[in-house]
T-cell receptor, first 113, second 115 residues
Framework: GESVGLHLPTLSVQEGDNSIINCAYS??????FIWYKQESGKGPQFIIDIRSNMDKRQGQRVTVLLNKTVKHLSLQIAATQPGDSAVYFC????????????FGQGTILTVHP | GAGVSQSPSNKVTEKGKDVELRCDPISGHTALYWYRQSLGQGLEFLIYFQGNSAPDKSGLPSDRFSAERTGGSVSTLTIQRTQQEDSAVYLC?????????????FGAGTRLSVL
């Protein structure tokens, strides 16, 4: 069945380092991908999204890379700050699923001052 | 409103009781989603509403779960005869339209604890 998974459940970095969070997906019909950040006790917060007709998209301090050949998605955070500490989820939709999102398990990012 | 609003923020109930969870979507958003998040897990889709179309209930785990959306705005998720495995955070999201690429904005969720 459809699934979206993460390679690393936890990531620990020093403030100022760049962070890379990875995600694999299995549904070849997926054509829309999105990253969310979730802080403790809060709902997921939109970070960045990308459609399958692109392989890279940049935002403020964040970049999403999409490799459709190997069904892999990554989120890069530049100059990571303590405020970036949170759980990061990738999600996808595609085929006949309209906007319904399938989420991965999440990666815990911890940024040390 | 400024964002998706959910109430209550926390709900503690006894096994076998019914509960109602409320979601107020962002004004003007036509699509509304309910997800469930168990401890340390990703989000699991439950149900989706788009305008006046019949809702997609394919994610509801059992017939004890139901949801309504009145007037194309506020939605209520009802869980009947609650079980301990229903304990989770129930998240509501809304988007401008119900299509891929229309960003889903989430509320803070309702944390349900079934004793």
């Amino acid at each position: 069945g459809e699934s979206v998974g993460l390679h690393l459940p936890t990531l620990s970095v020093q403030e100022g380092d760049n962070s890379i969070i990875n995600c694999a997906y299995s549904n070849s019909a997926s054509d829309y991908f999105i990253w969310y950040k979730q802080e403790s006790g809060k709902g997921p917060q939109f970070i960045i999204d990308i459609r399958s007709n692109m392989d890279k998209r940049q935002g403020q301090r964040v970049t999403v890379l999409l490799n459709k050949t190997v069904k892999h998605l990554s989120l890069q955070i530049a100059a990571t700050q303590p405020g970036d500490s949170a759980v990061y989820f990738c999600a996808e939709s595609g085929g006949t699923s309209y906007g319904k999102l399938t989420f991965g398990q999440g990666t815990i990012l911890t940024v040390h001052p | 409103g400024a964002g998706v609003s959910q109430s209550p923020s926390n709900k503690v109930t006894e096994k076998g009781k019914d509960v109602e969870l409320r979601c107020d979507p962002i004004s003007g958003h036509t699509a509304l989603y309910w997800y469930r998040q168990s401890l340390g897990q990703g989000l699991e889709f439950l149900i989706y509403f788009q305008g006046n179309s019949a809702p997609d209930k394919s994610g509801l785990p059992s017939d004890r779960f139901s949801a309504e959306r009145t007037g194309g705005s506020v939605s209520t998720l009802t869980i009947q005869r609650t079980q301990q495995e229903d304990s989770a955070v129930y998240l509501c999201a809304s988007s401008l339209v119900g299509d891929r690429g229309s960003i889903q904005y989430f509320g803070a969720g309702t944390r349900l604890s079934v004793l």
